[in-house]
């Protein structure tokens, strides 16, 4: 087993152009302002059942997503905006997905666990701990396959296979990572390790929680501890690790560590951590380091900074207008989607008005016609 | 045509689909080299090769998880999982995840999948091997249920499986892979899953019943002909496939005979019986002339070799309903 240590991110920072930079700072914060005004909106009941908000954690699913190519495969668990967004979901309809509206990603039957674009190759969004982990497998055996058996080519994609640290415990993330070791996968297992599952601290629910990456080693599988609070450290840990699993075709764990600034969901007493613990953590914010080196190192003016936050708003705005504006699902809406077909109750499938729109927006973007915004 | 056993006719219906479709992989414990457990892939291995025909570790979970992911990306896997006892561990990837892709992602993912699992008693092996869990996943939305009778309809029913847009699981009755022969066309064709076949025409007494117990029924009937009884024509109904649920054939069926027996091995409370009696409480009510009857396994797990054909709906029992309903 490889062990890697935590890239350093100063040495590294100067390689990633300053535009690249900016944009990872708009997408961490757009992540946070939409988690912001999710909780407000939660509070003012626009939201149903369960919310579970990604604040602290930006910097994990803007750098991953950064280190990959849009086309490998991600799939996550139920705290899945970030990764949604990060992967480049428009707010508007993840936001309308929450309202449980139409116009949401899952035509607002889903809700808050279950984001899917796959425009985008975002897999979800999935509401059982760690039993995604056997999917990220299948996406890529299934990129493998479709490379190598069907096109007759080499294996060039990487699935990143999100997870929190609560599944290490579940029995089908062994099962995935055995299978992924088996079948020589190109996949990378994220834990994002924020140290509680739900209420349970990981050193009272995971045997060797203290070094997670000692699983890994179970299975032969290279490891990485990488700092999920800060950006830079985890593009630059995450992409040579993607690079060589793309070109190796063997399967990584990385121990991501990170913390949830919130409770596990919307109605959390966080009675099994201090308040202490949780400002040492508020005080190494991702958002507040990235900013911080772009106007210390970078040349980015706090005029600019405000910039971006504004423009950030307004999208959030936007889209919880654009939310608000959209009707919920027609009654007949429960009956479609169960079957292709349609037989007994149920009235066949279509595709949410996400891709509809989308695609007629690539449309009229290709044969450069006018078009609302 | 060729003279196959129901073991020959799955597996020339796997080289069919996998030849002309490369997206049909299969995948499942000792498939690969050693031809699965009921050699149901026997040559498969050889002839595609370890990419098509996977052999994974144990672990159904693992299995039909990773089959979704494939499925998901576009592929058409056709998981085995040994016996149907092992689905338990797969439960979870089956009922949270395959089953509610297409609605959680409202029609942007679908799990165009086929698990395949020997089912049923019959063969002198214990519990977890001789199951018949078939109601479990017919009352799970979004699953689609299939279970032959015959070599020829488990040809039919698995290309149109495999072909199928949603999951579907496909039950294969252990008891039947070589009890008997039948010709089967070497030609793909498909029968449509959720068609019932009529087996025998009959005029007095509806028997509805799928998998295995088919034969039973029609040993049953065979006996209620021979001995010549009045009131005892018997109309067969194999359902071929238990979700979606043929109920137009039997509607049209208890409406002419008005008299019903449903046979399987599940055992009785809330098997899929009890839905199919419903069913036909539902629309044929004032048609009925005696209550419908059902021929099951008992409410017990099911027993061990000794005690195996005093569980299963053999013959005698069969008979004896009949000899019931047609004195009602």
């Not at chain 1, 508020?282 to 106007?295: G, V």
């Not at chain 1, 005029?303 to 939310?323: F, G, P, S, T």
């Not at chain 2, 219906?13 to 414990?29: F, H, K, P, S, Y």
Request: charged letters at 25%; proline letters at 6%; one cysteine or more.
């Amino acid at each position: 087993m490889t062990r890697t240590a935590p890239a350093s991110p100063i040495n590294r920072a100067a390689r990633i152009p300053t535009k690249t930079l900016r944009q990872w700072l708009r997408d961490m914060l757009l992540i946070r302002e939409f988690e912001v005004r999710c909780m407000q909106a939660y509070q003012n009941k626009k939201i149903g059942g369960f919310c579970h908000v990604y604040i602290g954690q930006e910097a994990v699913a803007v750098g991953c997503t950064a280190a990959v190519r849009p086309d490998d495969p991600i799939i996550t668990a139920y705290r899945c905006h970030g990764h949604a967004l990060a992967r480049g979901m428009k707010s508007k309809y993840c936001m309308a997905e929450l309202f449980g509206r139409i116009g949401g990603c899952a035509k607002g039957k889903g809700g808050s666990m279950h984001m899917f674009d796959k425009t985008r190759h975002f897999y979800g969004g999935h509401g059982i701990v760690g039993a995604q982990c056997p999917l990220g497998t299948g996406l890529a055996f299934a990129t493998k396959y479709i490379d190598e058996v069907i096109e007759g080519g080499q294996s060039g994609k990487v699935t990143l296979c999100f997870m929190g640290d609560g599944a290490l415990n579940q029995g089908s993330f062994h099962e995935a990572m055995n299978l992924a070791g088996i079948l020589d996968l190109p996949i990378i297992f994220i834990c994002e390790n924020n140290g509680y599952s739900m209420g349970t601290a990981i050193s009272r629910g995971t045997t060797m929680g203290h070094e997670i990456t000692s699983k890994a080693a179970g299975y032969g599988m290279e490891s990485a501890v990488i700092n999920g609070m800060d950006a830079l450290s985890v593009f630059n840990g995450m992409k040579p690790l993607a690079d060589r699993c793309r070109e190796t075709s063997r399967p990584v764990f990385v121990d991501m560590r990170t913390y949830r600034f919130k409770g596990h969901s919307m109605s959390d007493p966080r009675k099994y951590r201090t308040k202490e613990e949780e400002q040492k953590h508020e005080a190494d914010d991702p958002i507040d380091r990235l900013a911080a080196q772009l106007i210390n190192d970078q040349g980015m003016s706090k005029e600019e900074y405000d910039e971006l936050i504004k423009d950030v708003r307004n999208e959030v705005r936007e889209a919880m207008e654009w939310a608000d504006a959209s009707p919920p699902p027609p009654l007949e809406e429960l009956y479609t989607d169960v079957y292709v077909e349609t037989w007994g109750p149920y009235k066949g499938t279509s595709p949410p008005m996400m891709f509809l729109e989308e695609q007629a927006e690539a449309e009229a973007q290709k044969s450069g016609a006018k078009r609302r915004p | 045509m060729a003279n196959l056993t129901l073991v020959q006719a799955i597996n020339l219906a796997l080289i069919q689909e996998m030849e002309a479709d490369d997206r049909v992989i299969l995948l499942g414990e000792d498939i690969g080299k050693n031809g699965g457990v009921f050699r149901v892939t026997e040559g498969l291995w050889q002839r595609f090769g370890p990419e098509r025909v996977v052999d994974t570790p144990l672990a159904e979970s693992g299995i039909i998880g990773t089959a979704i992911g494939l499925a998901m990306a576009g592929l058409r896997p056709v998981p085995e999982i040994q016996f149907e006892g092992f689905l338990g561990p797969a439960y979870d990837q089956i009922c949270t995840h395959a089953a509610r892709m297409r609605t959680r992602t409202r029609g942007a993912f679908s799990v165009p999948m086929t698990i395949r699992v020997p089912v049923g008693g019959g063969i002198h092996a214990p519990e977890l091997h001789s199951d018949s869990p078939e109601a479990i996943y017919a009352h799970t939305p979004g699953l689609k249920v299939v279970m032959p009778s015959s070599p020829y309809d488990a040809k039919g029913l698995l290309i149109s499986a495999i072909r199928d847009p949603d999951p579907v699981i496909f039950f294969e009755p252990k008891r039947i892979y070589r009890a008997f022969r039948e010709e089967v066309p070497e030609d793909e064709y498909t029968i449509p899953i959720g068609q019932a076949r009529v087996v025998t025409e009959g005029d007095d007494i509806t028997m509805i019943s799928w998998g295995a117990p088919v034969i039973q029924c029609m040993q049953a009937i065979e006996k209620a002909s021979a001995s010549g009884g009045a009131g005892k024509s018997i109309e067969l109904i194999d359902l071929r496939t238990i979700k979606p649920l043929d109920i137009a054939t039997i509607i049209t069926s208890v409406k002419k005979t008005g008299r019903v027996i449903v046979v399987h091995e599940a055992p009785k409370t809330a098997g899929f019986g009890a839905e199919i009696a419903t069913e036909i409480m539902e629309h044929c009510f004032l048609y009925l002339e005696a209550p419908p009857q059902r021929v099951t396994g008992f409410d017990t797990i099911m027993p061990y070799y000794k005690l195996e054909l005093d569980y299963l709906p053999e013959e005698p029992r069969i008979s004896e309903a009949i000899e019931q309903l047609a004195a009602f």
